[in-house]
Structure formats: C-alpha cells, structure tokens
C-alpha cells in the first residue's frame, strides 16, 4: 500500500530575542593554549582565584550516581553549621544552588529594580545580571553612601574581586538597614569569604532584604563540582527553588560538597596555608617592582598600565594570568607547587617595563626561544 505523508505545517512562533553575549572569565587555558600555540599540559594557569589544592573529593558511592538525589542527605544541614546558621529552621534559609553563578543570573527575575548600585571594578556577571536595569557604578565605599538612598538593590562582592576590597560586616548590616527600611535589597557575594569567614554576613540570615551568596568554587576549590548556597529569607529562597527547579545539585556534587563542609581539620589548614601563600605571592610581586593594590587569600590584583604587555609576556611563557581592561590590571592566582612559584619568578624576572604599552614595544619583549607548540 502506498504510504500517505501528512506535512504538518511549521508552528507559528513569536520571533526570539538575541541571547546576551557571554561574558570571558579566567581558566580558558584552551583557547590561551591554541592562540599561544603552547601545549595545554605546560601552562601554568594563574588566571583563576580557584584553590590550587582544593578539596581532595572522596570516593563517590554508586547511589550518588544511580539515584535521584535527595533533600535530606545532610548537605543542607552540613551547610548550615559551616556558615554558623543558628537554630532548628537554619536550613530553610539556604538553598543549594548549582554554583553561585545560577542565582547571580536569576535573583534578578525575582527582584524588582529600577536602580541597582553595584562596585566597579568587580565580577562582571552581577552588572551584566541586572542589565535591564538602570545600573549606577561606584568606585569607593563614599560614592556607595551618596547612591544608597537612590538604590533598589546594592550588591557588594566582599572580598571583592579583583581588587580584594573587603568591607566590615557592620557597614553591610547598616546598608541592609537601610535598603530594607524601604523594600530595597542587599545582595553580598561572598565567593571569596572562606579564608577570613569573621566578616561573613551568613549568620545574619533570613534578615529582611539581605541575601548572601557562597560558593564552593574558590577556597574548596571545588569549581567542577558547581556548587554554591544562596543565604537569605525562606520566602525568596521558595521563589527562587520554584524557579530553578528540582535535582539543581548532581549527587556526585552533593557528596563531595557535604565531606568539604563537615571537614573543619581541613578547612583550618587551609586557612593557614592560603594566607603564607598568598602573602609570599604579594612578595614576590612586590620585590620585582609589581606592587599589589588589594588582594585575599586566593589572589593578588595588580594595577599597571602595562597590563596588557605583562599579561603577554607571561603567556609566550606558559603562564596565564587575567587581564583587565578596565582599569588596566591584572589578577595572580596561587602557583600550586614550586616549579610554578619558580616559573613565575622566573617569568617576571625577564620583564622589563616598556616606555609605551604600544604594539610594537612589546616585540622587544619576546623570550629569547620560540613558544613552544
Ligand atoms: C565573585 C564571584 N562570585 C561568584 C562566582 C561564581 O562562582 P561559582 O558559580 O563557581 O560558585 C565567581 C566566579 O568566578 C566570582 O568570582
């Protein structure tokens, strides 16, 4: 029998809207690899604030994979503890979240805002979130004061990054009061607060219009893993778990992120290791005329106008830094063994200012062997 085809007409849709461009991060050793033309196995990546020895992820048992993954495993609670939340109903003000990168782009689908007042410089994707919003940059903590009363919402990343600016809690809870006292939010993306937990917001809450941000990316550096905590009021945290959906959190992820939380003995060592790390870097870069301008335990930021030369000097050399361009700096992450601290030494030893940051300058400073493919 002959076959009949029924051609189903296409279906009408609404024309899409463009996607927003993607924002560039650090850890893009790939691209840096293939535009260097420098095997990826010899780089020495600095780009990142990521732990150079993070977390070391315990076995991972069958049912994390095999099974659906499930609210009450302990993480919330294991959680809870770790970012000193206080009282039976703790864990109903924190949301596990697939990286804090997930509530960035969505807290503000559920906040309305016609100004948001943000830090610049600091982590793109906060602006970049709230981008159909009128966005008031500011520069100092003064220039945050005069915007405040004008604000819908203030996000502050604290430490910030990249330039390790690190505001007291108290002045936090203030700018809370305030904003709550008419409807408008806090939000603080406490990425980087691990190593100096003292200053953290955490406990605070479940505070109306505060919300607080953690991730397990940087101090446990567990970055593959994707996991993070949004902090704040149960009804926002409903709002924004209705939105995201269930299973946020893969149960290889859930398992290793609880290990990370209960393991305080770790958590204490690492503390004391970051900190001698990170003051030896600050050293180094100090004692070769790349004074730092701020950093945390994770990172250094240096201010240059020759940002962009240093950034390629280092990378014809394997190492790969993160480069700003506004203002022109770059950011050094932690060397994780001491081939990469003598490596680095080593890189910035055979650097010399140039008179200008112009193309041509920086051909003098080519290494004396070819990149190596
Ligand atoms: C300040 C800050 N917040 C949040 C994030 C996102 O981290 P994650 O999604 O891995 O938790 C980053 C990543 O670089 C960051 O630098």
Redesign the pocket.
Known sequence: MPMTHISTPPLPHAPQPAAPPRLH?GGRLREAARQYRIALDDWLDLST?INPHGYPPPPVPAEAWLRLPEDDDGLERAAADHYGLAGPDAPCRLLPVA???AA?QTLSRLIPARQVCLFAPS?AEHAHAWRTSERHYCTSVADMEAALPQADVVVV?NPN?PCGRQLPAAQLLDWRHRLAHSGGWLIV?E??ADARPEHSLAPHAGLPGLVV?R?L?KFFGL?GA?V?FVLGEPALLARLAALLGPWTLAGPARHVATAALRDTAWQARTRQQLATSSARLAELLTHRGLTPSGGTALFQWLRTAQADALHQHCARQGILLRHFDTPASLRFGLPPDERGWQRLATALDSWSTPPAPAPSSTARHLPASRPRT
Do not use: P, T
Request: aromatic share 12%; net charge neutral.
């Open positions: 991060h604030g990286g804090s990168q960035i982590y990343v990054n993306d990425a980087f941000l991730s990316g970055a994707r993070g």
